[in-house]
């Protein structure tokens, strides 16, 4: 995987959830809007340079049946205790209160 782009990196791992852990918030977790809010994320592929000026595709906010969620990427070292830049991927999701 080292040739690709993060951007690349991180939907790959959004979209098939591998090479990454998977965290969803308490509120998602007892929500009965948890799958598709997962297969939201999934599937999502709405960036614009509005909402990834980066172009890392590493964090969206996005609509469920009218409530708002969230994902994000963080990056960390291999024992997952530090940051590490374009290191392994924690793919956080949840509603956007819980952000």
């Known amino acids: 995987m080292k040739d690709l782009t993060i951007a690349q990196k991180n939907d ?8 990454c852990r ?8 007892r929500s009965s809007k948890k799958e598709d ?7 999502f592929d709405a960036f614009t340079p509005d909402n990834d ?3 890392e595709h590493d964090c969206a906010f996005f609509e469920v049946d ?7 990427f ?7 205790e ?3 830049e374009d290191g392994k991927r924690v793919l956080t999701i949840g509603f956007a ?3």
């Open 53 to 55: 000026p980066h172009g």
């Open 12 to 19: 790959l791992a959004r979209t098939t959830f591998f090479n």
């Open 37 to 43: 809010v997962i297969t939201a994320v999934r599937e």
């Open 97 to 99: 209160s819980d952000y």
């Open 74 to 80: 963080d990056y960390y070292d291999d024992n997952y």
């Open 82 to 84: 530090f940051y590490q």
């Open 22 to 29: 998977v965290v969803v918030s308490a509120a998602l977790s």
């Open 66 to 72: 009218g409530d708002r969620f969230f994902f994000k």
